[in-house]
């Protein structure tokens, strides 16, 4: 096969030709003159960002004839030979395919062998991330102390997954993603010098699409030159990549802004009949009011755009939107995007983002408009009067009559809550302790069922009630505040399946009643009373509010209800 693929044949042959990683080929030029090369390298980072290659170049560097130099001069015997594999110093492996002890084993064996034909015999284990714990540990020993002329380089996506004890013993440098300009750059170099005319509009969406790895920008545009038909054109671009022109995402937005579901729907309907990917899409538009946003916090920096070019269409538009809708936009679109994740309707899911975005604008004008706007500017307008004519007294002059009388005392607003007390005093008067034990011993299941069923705001509700009193078929219990009583009293639901639950789990219905702790002591206290008037007073059987009982039966507190009365009395234990 004559044809090779573009990211083979510009495959980079010295440091200048690798992209984006000048942190990393000046820090290895360096050491190169200074001689002052390790024994060991770790070249991590994302895929397409150089680590081969850059693993390649070094060992013809350390091995060139002409050397020490601050790169290989790629014309002796040496580095041609490194180059076309004919050097049997220079060792490739791959670690996905060879990861095993004995793989290992036999290059441990190998390493004290001098090298035959250059200086330094390099080991470039790609994708070292794949070796077995065995393989790892069979290659500690010799990696840390290897022979004066063995050179090792470890390449991997998955830093993460080698042991510690691997990555001590290596000078580790980070392969970062590369940037969209720089790819650009390279793929105008390489179109210039292959002589194939291009669009400059076709390359930044060939380079955006590549999401910073060089070999797969260098794949797309082999597969757009050859789509092309002697240009390669902004169209030929999109088409190849599945991306979404800035011209049809401006129309989009102009019918979001104009909120026009309709024809927003259909332009996207238009989009995916040619074969546009519905997850794709999204990414694009989520760039696409990112982009607007930065450009008007910052227009002067337009190199910050990663999906869009800030023409004047461009333009217009970021004046359109405020930032608070951009806001809500991405947000949409976010969670969206997400719900793509776990669906095969991933059409309808976008459908209905589009359609909530054109409607989010209508939303927010409803919620600022209307009779409440005409009740808040008329006090706003009556608050700047009385504001105006303190300003406008004279100093020293008399309050009015108003201001110098006290302020009345705030009276407790009354509770809305009514509790239900004759059936409560019912309870009280049939209660018996078998039925609150049996009630309290299998709270905590009924709780706990609650939340398997996936009702966890009422089994949080429950979290503060407490059962006090029991009978044959009713319990009373008890919250902490009113408004829990309210709330679960209102959710006959709510009641329904604490009955339902409980049957389930005593063998009994009991229904409840719902009572505020305040009103609960109260209740209490004057049936146990009305039972001392009557001469039928038994004992509780609730089991619960043992001071009660206590201040009932307590003669000094019985002597100072008699002297004081209950209403200047307060009892604390």
């Given at each position: ?58 060992a013809k560097a350390v091995n060139c004839e002409n050397g020490p130099a601050a790169e290989p001069c ?81 390449a991997t996506t998955e830093p993460h997954k080698i042991p510690l004890t691997i990555i001590s013993r ?386 000094l507190v019985s002597e100072a209800l008699k002297l004081v009365g209950e209403e200047f009395l307060e009892?604390?234990?």
């Amino acid at each position: 096969m004559s044809y090779q693929a573009l990211y083979r044949v510009w495959r980079p042959q010295k440091f200048a030709d690798v992209v984006g990683q000048e942190h990393i080929t000046k820090t290895l030029q360096n050491a190169l003159l200074q001689d002052k090369i390790s024994h060991a390298y770790l070249f991590s980072g994302p895929r397409g960002t150089g680590k081969t290659s850059a693993a390649k170049i070094l060992a013809k560097a350390v091995n060139c004839e002409n050397g020490p130099a601050a790169e290989p001069c790629n014309e002796c015997s040496a580095c041609r030979g490194i180059s076309d594999g004919s050097i049997q110093d220079v060792i490739e492996i791959d670690a996905a395919s060879n990861n095993g002890v004995d793989e290992i084993r036999d290059i441990r064996d190998k390493v004290k062998y001098a090298p035959g034909s250059v200086q330094y015999k390099v080991y470039i284990i790609d994708e070292v991330h794949m070796l077995s714990t065995g393989a790892f540990n069979a290659l500690l020993k010799t990696l840390e102390e290897p022979p004066a002329h063995v050179i090792f380089i470890l390449a991997t996506t998955e830093p993460h997954k080698i042991p510690l004890t691997i990555i001590s013993r290596c000078q580790r440098f980070d392969f970062k993603r590369i940037t969209a300009q720089a790819i650009t750059g390279r793929m105008e170099l390489i179109l210039n010098e292959t002589g194939t005319q291009y669009d400059e509009t076709a390359l930044p969406i060939i380079s955006r699409a590549a999401e910073g790895g060089m070999r797969d920008a260098l794949s797309l545009l082999d597969q757009a030159v050859s789509y092309s038909r002697g240009r390669l054109t902004e169209e030929d671009a999109l088409v190849v990549t599945g991306t979404v022109g800035q011209g049809m995402l401006n129309a989009i937005a102009r019918f979001i802004q104009k909120e026009n579901a309709a024809e927003a729907v259909q332009t996207l309907h238009r989009l995916l009949m040619e074969g546009k990917d519905p997850v794709r899409f999204t990414e694009d538009f989520i760039l696409y009011f990112r982009d607007i946003l930065l450009y008007k916090m910052t227009p002067d920096l337009e190199e910050s755009l990663e999906r869009t070019m800030a023409n004047a269409e461009f333009i217009e538009m970021a004046g359109q939107f405020s930032e608070q809708a951009i806001y809500e936009y991405i947000a949409v679109l976010n969670k969206t995007q997400q719900d793509m994740k776990f669906t095969n309707h991933a059409r309808i899911y976008l459908e209905v983002a589009l359609v909530k975005m054109c409607r989010m604008q209508m939303r927010n004008t409803e919620a600022v408009s209307g009779p409440e706007i005409e009740g808040l500017l008329e006090k706003i307008n009556r608050l700047e009067r009385e504001v105006q004519e303190l300003k406008n007294r004279p100093a020293g002059a008399a309050e009015p009559e108003a201001a110098r009388q006290p302020a009345k005392k705030m009276s407790r607003p009354t509770s809305q809550f009514k509790v239900a007390v004759p059936q409560i005093e019912k309870v009280l008067s049939e209660a018996t302790k078998q039925d609150i034990q049996n009630i309290k011993s299998r709270w905590g299941s009924m709780i706990g069922y609650l939340n398997e069923r996936q009702m966890r705001s009422q089994a949080a509700l429950l979290n503060d009630a407490e059962p006090v009193a029991a009978s044959s078929d009713s319990f009373v219990l008890k919250f902490k505040y009113e408004i829990h009583c309210q709330m679960a009293s209102d959710n006959k639901a709510f009641m329904d399946s604490i009955s339902t639950i409980l049957n389930e789990l005593t063998g009994k219905p009991y229904r409840p009643f719902v009572v505020p702790e305040e009103s609960w002591l109260d209740i209490r206290r004057s049936f146990l009373k009305k039972q001392k008037e009557d001469g039928t007073y038994t004992s509780p059987a609730d089991a619960s509010d043992s001071d009660v009982q206590e201040e009932e039966e307590d003669p000094l507190v019985s002597e100072a209800l008699k002297l004081v009365g209950e209403e200047f009395l307060e009892i604390k234990d």
